[in-house]
């Protein structure tokens, strides 16, 4: 049996969930490392400005044994998971009864064991580079975020991060959590060089997130490549075995280190303050952050600018505040004694700020208007899309929703909202009461995201990777 094929079935021997990754150690290198939050690692050679990374876990929510099955098509040898196929029927809100077909499987783990192989090939084959083995994508990139705080001054000295975690075939992803994650240089080199050894590999701006978009804020060229995988997250989830064999191969053959190095990684730093011992007057630094909490929301449901350095915040350092309609930026100061600058002009305090947006935007707060939600009770979550018109056509209108949800939307901002949600929840699912929390913001119905949805077939790599689950009535964000 061919070895890259030998090494996929060992790995998806079971569907290893967040929490079971470290039984795959056996199939790592024997000189591996770990870190203190269960990722494993490796370091090739001595210069090498490059960084590989791949996910553990599987998408699955209990560990199970994997029954492979696989076929031929066109030539292409496939693997998938045995399981029949049964019917099932479900009731819509009209009391219709909705017959499809559901497998009775589980999931096969090539989303990720195909980058875990192809990266332990390149480890055989010596090819430079730091090898990272992240755990917890699945669940809101935990490995690598955790990694990413801890030795943040390790993973700054690299130029390139290069994972292996995106579905279907040739895709050098350019976009990541709606923001540039890799220059066109960059790309269109990759693509280069791909070509050369027989495969073609173009750019592509639909992706959502992964491991390496942790990094994108210290790590100038970061991209996520595609591994030759189907219907992840599903039963019926498969894996191309030639195509996993011919890329193995072909990274072993790439120049990473000749890669172009052009993207600003953080094109909004801002220097930290010298600040001054706290005197008479002064508010203390978790005061403080509870007035930048106050401001960040009111600069952004008001002004309609996002803070691009958020994470960075320190009482007295310049915040810069950006408007995704104009381009322009605005800066932003929290004083030690809670007073606030914007721009050249500085408010006493937080209310002070507030009075003067609302007067300069003329905007009608909608308090009396708004439900809040308890985000741990989502029983109580449902949406009925057909609650106002129940005799509505679905067929014939379905494109005029879709239309209707993209009209004047910043499709960049809205990702960046979900991305936020989801990473804050730990969770790829978003309840429709939620989901509709965050369209609030864009004047959008939910009815309209979901005819969106349907219009594209369900189809994440047409939806940015947001899917509808009906059956339970929730939104999946499917990060690859």
């Not at 875990?116 to 490995?143: A, K, Q």
């Amino acid at each position: 049996m061919n070895r890259i094929i030998k090494k996929f079935l060992d790995l998806t021997d079971y569907t290893y969930t967040y929490g079971d990754e470290d039984e795959l150690k056996k199939h790592l290198p024997d000189n591996i490392n770990s870190d203190e939050f269960g990722n494993f690692f490796i370091k090739i050679g001595e210069n090498s400005e490059t960084m590989f990374c791949s996910h553990l876990d599987t998408a699955a929510f209990e560990k199970q044994k994997v029954q492979h099955d696989f076929w031929k098509t066109e030539g292409q040898l496939f693997v998938g998971t045995k399981g029949d196929i049964i019917k099932r029927t479900y009731k819509n809100k009209k009391g219709e009864s909705i017959e499809y077909g559901a497998k009775e499987g589980t999931l096969l783990g090539a989303d990720d064991k195909a980058g875990v192989v192809i990266m332990l090939n390149m480890i055989e084959n010596n090819i430079p580079g730091l090898y990272y083995f992240f755990v917890g994508e699945e669940v809101g990139r935990i490995g690598s975020t955790h990694a990413l705080k801890k030795y943040k001054d390790i993973f700054k000295s690299y130029k390139r991060c290069i994972a292996f975690d995106r579905r279907g075939y040739g895709s050098i992803i350019s976009r990541q959590m709606g923001m540039q994650c890799c220059s066109n240089d960059f790309v269109n080199e990759l693509s280069i060089q791909f070509k050369k050894h027989g495969m073609k590999f173009e750019n592509d701006p639909t992706g959502i997130y992964t491991d390496s978009a942790t990094f994108m804020s210290i790590i100038p060229e970061c991209t996520n490549l595609s591994v030759g995988y189907f219907d992840e997250h599903t039963e019926f989830e498969s894996q191309n075995l030639t195509y996993l064999i011919k890329l193995a191969n072909t990274c072993t053959k790439i120049d990473w280190e000749s890669l172009p190095t052009k993207r600003n990684p953080n094109p909004f730093k801002t220097e930290d303050p010298k600040r001054k011992p706290k005197t008479q007057g002064d508010l203390t630094d978790d005061e403080l952050w509870d007035i930048f909490i106050d401001v960040d929301d009111i600069l952004e449901s008001i002004a309609d600018v996002y803070c691009k350095n958020y994470k960075d915040f320190i009482p007295e350092k310049e915040m810069i505040y950006y408007d995704y309609n104009t381009e322009n930026l605005t800066s932003v100061w929290i004083h030690e004694d809670g007073s606030i600058t914007v721009d050249n002009q500085t408010f006493r305090d937080y209310n002070d700020l507030k009075e003067a947006l609302l007067f300069y935007f003329d905007y009608n707060e909608k308090d009396d208007n708004y439900v809040d939600i308890d985000d741990d009770d989502d029983d109580d979550d449902y949406v009925d899309v057909d609650d106002d018109d129940d005799d509505f056509n679905f067929k014939n209108n379905m494109e005029k929703m879709s239309n209707e949800f993209t009209n004047k939307l910043d499709m960049t901002k809205f990702l960046e909202d979900i991305i936020i949600y989801v990473d804050s929840k730990n969770n790829n699912e978003i309840s429709a009461a939620n989901m509709q929390k965050i369209l609030d913001k864009y004047n959008k119905k939910i009815e309209s995201i979901i005819y969106w949805i349907y219009y594209n077939g369900n189809d994440p790599d047409k939806t940015y990777g947001i899917t509808w689950d009906n059956d339970n009535n929730i939104f999946k964000i499917y990060t690859n």
